[in-house]
């Protein structure tokens, strides 16, 4: 009769989490979908593999710089999405985007250097936005990283060393102002440094 009873168990303990299996399947596909939609987008405006670059240079050709604070909108709530259903089915980390170029991760480091680089060099109309989207992308990545046991620096400073080189940021700059992308004039471009002592 235990014997029973113990095998009577088991099979509706394995019933119950495939039930639980299938019922999580659909959110979890729909998050994912939600999250490749805006990858695929992305390549529309930043080329593949994208560049932030590549991204202010196409909204150049389109006259579509006044248009960029709907563009740090949109990443925002995805940022905030992707923080929200990357904690709570930590599998989905793991799910690659269907196109070999594409990559969550890759998409959310070129918009967050966009942002960055719009900040930092493009003269344009103040863009909170931008910096809205910055805060978002970070505090998604470091509440991914946390749930993962990921070590970073929670509170780096200004004069730490970073991945870009300042050679990089002029190579950019130069490349923006050569399509005509408005630039402030604190000299941030090349040649437009000014010398120790000159």
């Not at 235990?2 to 299996?21: D, K, M, P, Q, Y």
């Not at 529309?44 to 994208?50: D, E, N, V």
């Not at 993962?148 to 970073?162: L, Q």
Request: glycine share 6%; aromatic share 10%.
């Amino acid at each position: 009769m235990t014997e029973r009873i113990l095998a009577f168990s088991e099979a509706t303990l394995g019933l119950g989490i495939v039930a639980l299996l299938i019922t999580f399947l659909p959110s979890i596909y729909a998050a994912f979908a939600q999250r490749e939609t805006e990858v695929a987008l992305l390549e529309t405006g930043a080329g593949s593999p994208p560049s932030a670059v590549e991204f202010l240079l196409r909204f150049q050709r389109l006259d579509w710089l006044d248009r960029m604070p709907e563009f740090w909108e949109r990443w925002e709530t995805w940022f905030a999405g992707v923080q929200e259903t990357h904690t709570s089915y930590a599998a989905l980390n793991f799910f690659r985007s269907p196109q070999a170029d594409q990559s969550w991760i890759v998409a959310a480091g070129t918009v967050l250097d966009a942002a960055a680089l719009t900040l930092a060099a493009v003269d344009l109309p103040p863009q909170p936005h931008a910096a809205i989207c910055i805060r978002a992308g970070y505090v998604a990545l470091r509440r991914i990283a946390d749930f993962f046991g990921i070590s970073y620096d929670p509170d780096p400073k200004p004069d730490d060393p970073i991945s870009i080189r300042r050679e990089e940021f002029e190579d950019a700059c130069d490349r923006l102002a050569d399509a005509g992308v408005p630039m402030r004039n604190d000299g941030i471009r090349r040649g437009a440094l000014t010398p120790v002592g000159g």
